[in-house]
């Protein structure tokens, strides 16, 4: 009886020990000054090449050129229709 007594209050304080060792951590890390300062311009790799093809985009946005060149798709025949 005494052993598990002992084992549930060891395994309390380890529990509470942890706890409080990871809060503070936690408050540590949020406190800490940042050693490598992001810079201010913006990188090649991500820059924005603007549009410039307004041909491509008066012809995919003109209503009646889409509607005279739009192939209909058939329709494929149902194995559940027909005879049989």
Known sequence: MRYRLL???LLMVSGVALTVVGLAVTAA?????DTNPVSE???PAFEV??????????CHTDQAKVQTLAIEEEK???LSEGPG
């Open 76 to 78: 494929p025949d149902s």
């Open 49 to 58: 090449v603007p549009f410039t093809d307004q041909a491509c985009l008066d």
């Open 29 to 33: 890390s949020g406190n800490a000054q």
């Open 7 to 9: 084992s549930a209050g």
């Open 41 to 43: 311009q913006p990188s």
